[in-house]
């Protein structure tokens, strides 16, 4: 199968890739900005780096997306370009232009190709909804009155009423996922990288402080991958959002994995005691029923995994501590 990957070079588009090769899948198009393989150099060896292939392209640009799929018959389509938080704040007009624009231009794309492509998966985020208080239902289920606090919530939840119409005027079928913080080798940008850069200023020996700290909901990347990988391969139906849970934990929660992985974390890592305005007890139950088989990696795990990880990588001279700084 011939699939497609726009902003592969994120930390998910990595983590897919890598699920992608782990399937034995030959044919993957990672569409980004600009040739940037330092993240898929984390995860995979250069043989199976040298496989992925690589096309420059602004996720906006119509006719560029609609050439590049035609000229390489991609069946499947996975749309994760976009710009996190902090960057949208940082530049709305930027972040409405890619976020939202790029999402629609990624369903018009399809919609020109059809019947070669005629579903897209897509990131979506938790950020949809505002603070935790606002909501009655304990957890949260997916169709309630979305609040979002952010705008980078509310480009997410134009792409998520867009991709319903793409739906209905155009039978164009789609699953949107929502993450909350998504942890793992790679995770090193956006507001809720802090976790993951707290793993690896312990393996390191650094001090950092997280920019946030309270209720989260924290997944890892190897299972977000792994839930994109599932929606990508399979035929849909209708325009299905679904919500993400992983590890309900407080930063407090969580620095005790960490530090019973390090004791030094203790002293080393700390945190703003900022509650992020955004649910984190959220109901999970549809994308339960929708992947029966799937479990999430126990926060234990995959923080000893990630910890070990960076430790490897930095003992062997490949680890980019850049992201500590910023
Ligand atoms: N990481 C999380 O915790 C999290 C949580 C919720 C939702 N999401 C969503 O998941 C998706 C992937 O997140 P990530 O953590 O991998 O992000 P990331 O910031 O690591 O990667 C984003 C990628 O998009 C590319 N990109 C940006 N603008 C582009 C453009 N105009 N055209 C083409 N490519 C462009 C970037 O170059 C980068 O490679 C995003 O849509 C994000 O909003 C992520």
Redesign the pocket.
Same mark, same amino acid.
């Given at each position: 199968m011939r699939v497609l990957i =726009?902003?592969? $070079?994120?930390?998910?588009?990595a983590w897919v890739v890598r699920k992608l090769i782990d399937r034995g899948l030959d044919e993957i198009w990672v $569409? *980004? #900005? %600009?040739y /940037?393989p330092r !993240?898929l150099a984390l995860l995979l060896d250069q043989t199976e780096l040298a496989r992925v292939r690589h096309i420059d392209? *602004?996720? =906006?640009d119509l006719d560029r997306l609609v050439g590049v799929l035609r000229e390489y018959r991609v069946e499947r389509i996975l749309h #994760? &370009?976009?710009? /996190?938080v902090p960057f949208c704040q940082a530049d709305p007009v930027a972040g409405a232009r890619?976020?939202v624009v790029?999402t629609i231009t990624v369903f018009e794309a399809v919609r020109r190709l059809m019947p070669q492509l005629k579903q897209v998966v897509? %990131?979506?985020?938790?950020?949809v909804y505002g603070p935790q208080e606002r909501y009655a239902d304990r957890p949260v289920p997916e169709h309630v009155p979305l609040l979002p606090a952010t705008l $980078?919530g509310g480009y997410?939840v134009c792409n998520e009423l867009n991709a319903r119409v793409y739906w209905q005027d155009h039978g164009i079928a789609s699953v949107g996922l !929502?993450?909350? &913080?998504?942890y793992g080798v790679? !995770? *090193? /940008?956006?507001l =809720?990288?802090g976790p993951t850069k707290a793993i690896k200023a312990a393996a390191v020996g650094r001090s950092y402080r997280v920019g946030y700290g309270g209720w989260q909901a924290l /997944?890892y990347a190897g299972d977000v991958a792994e839930l994109f990988v599932r929606f990508l391969l399979a035929e849909l139906q209708g325009a299905a959002v679904y919500n993400l849970r992983g590890s309900v934990v407080t930063m407090d929660q969580f620095l005790e994995v960490l530090t019973r992985l390090e004791p030094r974390a203790r002293e080393l890592i700390s945190y703003e005691p900022v509650q992020l305005a955004i649910a984190y007890d959220l109901d999970d139950r549809a994308l339960c029923t929708a992947l029966p088989d799937f479990a999430y990696t126990p926060l234990e795990v995959g923080v000893r995994e990630t910890f070990e990880r960076f430790r490897a990588l930095h003992a062997a001279g490949r680890l980019s501590l850049e992201d500590l700084d910023r």
């Open positions: =726009t902003g592969g $070079y994120g930390c998910i588009g $569409y *980004d #900005l %600009a /940037q !993240r392209g *602004d996720v =906006t #994760l &370009a976009a710009l /996190q890619v976020n790029g897509y %990131a979506s985020s938790v950020a $980078y997410k !929502r993450p909350w &913080a998504v790679g !995770r *090193d /940008q956006g =809720t990288s /997944q």
